[in-house]
């Protein structure tokens, strides 16, 4: 996997514990469930290190797509992005397998990754 994709994955994770965390709603549901949730504070400084790691354009696209979908990043299976369910177009395709580049779906225009065993 590029990179920099890894590093978006891996923030979109973040953002959905940081999240989780920060609902007190949800963090009730998960202690009544027997997890302990832990202190955001520890998230949140995960979060500004892996930040400056991530490419600034990369991270533009990501903060507004997170603004408008659940996930931002999205894998494609079947050459279909799991985003939108549009197929994605053949030379898009191998140049996501190529990995040279981070891509975003022409359709919905989240960042796509590809999903490997
Ligand atoms: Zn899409």
Redesign the pocket.
């Known amino acids: 996997m590029h990179d920099q994709l890894h590093l978006l994955v891996s923030l979109q994770d973040l953002d959905t514990l940081i999240k989780e965390t920060g609902d007190a709603k949800r963090t009730a549901e998960l202690e009544s469930m027997g997890f302990s949730v832990g202190n955001i504070e520890p998230l949140n400084s995960a979060r500004a290190h892996l930040i400056e790691k991530i490419d600034k354009r990369y991270l533009r696209i990501y903060d507004r797509l997170s603004s408008k979908h659940v996930r931002a990043v ?1 894998p494609v299976e079947n050459k279909t ?1 799991l ?4 197929s994605v177009p053949p030379s898009f395709f191998s140049e996501i397998t190529a990995d040279r580049v981070v891509k975003v ?6 960042i ?1 990754y590809l999903l490997t065993g």
């Open positions: 999205v992005c985003g939108c369910f549009q779906c022409e359709n919905c225009g989240r796509l």
